[in-house]
């Protein structure tokens, strides 16, 4: 309608034309939302990794799920158990590295505080 050129807007048909049209386009996207959301939902259900940092302790399998790593879940094990003593970060990061595993501080309380969102042993 905009090539039939001038104020396509003018008149009483064009705007109802534009109208509709708007509004079917809001629908639209209000659909894909819902389908996005409605994906997302039923990959969490299924414990697929959605993207974003991979929690420590945990690597991406071929079919897209999160699967644990063994070594590293045995570690994150042990930390709980020492934060849980009452040690401090760079303390359980120490014993950590005196144990093969290499992990900072800050990594220390990263990885402990994504052991506490939900993800399924």
């Given at each position: 309608m905009i090539d039939l050129g001038g104020d396509v807007t003018g008149n009483g048909v064009s705007k109802l034309v534009f109208t509709t049209l708007s509004?079917?386009?809001?629908a639209e996207r209000d659909r894909t939302r819902e389908r996005v959301a409605e994906v997302k939902r039923d990959q969490r259900q299924r414990g697929r990794y959605l993207g974003g940092k991979v929690p420590w302790g945990w690597k991406v399998g071929d079919a897209g799920d999160l699967l644990p790593e063994p070594t590293k879940r045995t570690a994150l094990k042990q930390m709980r158990k020492l934060r849980a003593e009452g040690?401090?970060?760079?303390?359980?990061s120490d014993k950590m590295k005196a144990d093969g595993v290499s992990i900072?501080?800050?990594?220390?309380?990263?990885?402990?505080?994504?052991?506490?969102?939900?993800?399924?042993?």
């Open positions: 509004a079917v386009a809001e040690a401090s970060l760079r303390a359980i900072t501080h800050q990594g220390v309380k990263n990885a402990l505080a994504a052991a506490n969102r939900p993800v399924s042993d």
